[in-house]
């Protein structure tokens, strides 16, 4: 396969805010795309979507859905992947899934291309899109882990409602306005929907993403430290997380303290690194009071990085805030270029 | 000196957020008041407020405004306490001071009552209360410290508006309805008023609290750590800060990681001693989903702490989750309290 070849290419979970950003994302970055066939849900199949100017009827996904599919990009939830991601390969399709169910499986590649592209090359059919959080962070974290060794991450996390979908978005809206026209909120999303207890997000903080594990861990948690040994190839990489749910919209900020494998390194140095790192934008300069933000970088491709300090009392310990769009690089993004990725280097087999 | 006796107690910042609050503590707890004074600017100077039912005068503060005041009760910023908290004291009161002017005076006791009463007794007349987010902290970390010792303590924190005082509240809440129904948002107040620039707060995150020091790390993030050394006595703790501004208008929430000076501790050992720390609530289950937030923690007088996990690469290392009211125990509970410890001791000299 050359680059120049058009690909048949199913999104699965198309009207869900990650699959509409897919598509957006195929239009804009002229992805040559033969034909687009769009899956959902029984319940949102015949719905009209516009992609390229022309009209394209929302089916509902069945395994036979995936004959004569080329690219898989699928975005509907884990135990759909788990049904359907095997039913595409059998049918000749390469999967790139957007869900938990298959990161940690050891044949499946977890990737995020300006890390550890080379791992597509070992994929058996289905490939992995890590977790929004992880994402950013180890973009971030991968120039400074060449250059000088990491040896432990603490991170706490400030996560955006829209990674917990679209009614998620809603009910921080309602909440909002709530508040100042009722005095009261209603919760029955947030932090997890399907759980036991709900508590309103607007004007709130809730420190709970995803169930929680067994060992006290939220599963979000559990992610982001397996996920981020996993993609860094470094199995003795000590991780630690907290992940806490916040009243915004768009993006997630981390507060990330690193212990690198070497002394003497300053801050000029990290700069250095990730000025010169793909996929990433330093934003740093205090005397400016210039860091990112959720809100300047919603709708951004890149992954912002300010407030690099070193640590008061360990000369190995750097502190980094590390802010992307969670539906951009964190989701919608970080699929569309693991498939151009594969494309650009015949990796699609 | 008595417990029985009254005492004439003064508020200067009598008309702000924290003033009023203290105003209230002090009816609340029926604090032995002879005469209250209510302190301000010029500019506030007249106004009535109701004490124990009775109309008082906001007068305007000057020097001579001290005489035959014992407690002094100091919420007016730093500048004004700078000026005018020897001039209390050369009257003969006690004043105990909410802003940052003193706080790291070595002649001054920075005290939480539960954690360091004992440096009361040191007093030349000048107390200091100690930052908001750094209350809380050692307020939770003082009975394992006791118990176990503390190495270390990073620290990423979830701060309300309301710190930034009563403006910053109002621009919260101008700025989530503009979202809404103009689409816009002005900042002009927050991160910190009177900085060079102003970013939106509604619907983001803001990794500024007040201003940047020439090493990169804001004020906030160095008031955490030199502080939180003093009030524990110990020089040689590791403290870590990174502080983050976020929209909601009540209590400040952190992400606490702690590296103690045992091995072998586990959490339920962290539990029980928190479970019998004076002021502070164990809110901790994970099977129930119960773990305070901003929301839960607004208007009550405790420290309240959840999410005690043991760190899964450290057997030293263990996170925490802190949330109290910045404006009660942040704050103005913390100031009675510090008042009634000096009376309940006879420290008030």
Known sequence: MSQKEL???AILGATGAVGQKIMRLLEEKE???????LLSSKRSAGKQMIFNGE?????EATPDSFKDIDIALFSAGGSISKKLAPEAVKHGAVVIDNTSAFRMDENVPLVV???NKEDLKEHQGIIANPNCSTIQMVAALKPIQKAYGIERIIVSTYQAVSGAGAQANKELEKQSKDFFEKGTMEAEI???K???KHYPIAFNALPQIDVFQENGYTFEEIKMINETKKILHQTDLSVAATCVRLPFFTSHAESVYIELAKDGVHVADLWNELRNAEGVLLEDDPATQTYPTP???AEREEVFVGRVRKDLDNDRGFHLWVVSDNLMKGAALNTVQIAETLIKNNWLK
Chains 1, 2 share one sequence.
């Not at 992805?31 to 066939?37: G, M, R, Y």
């Not at 009209?55 to 089916?59: A, F, H, K």
């Open 31 to 37: 992805f040559p795309v033969k034909q687009l066939k």
């Open 55 to 59: 009209n394209v009827t929302v089916e």
């Open 295 to 297: 809100l300047s970088a």
């Open 7 to 9: 690909y048949n290419v």
């Open 194 to 196: 399907g759980d036991k």
């Open 190 to 192: 947030l932090p997890v």
């Open 113 to 115: 291309p300006e890390v």
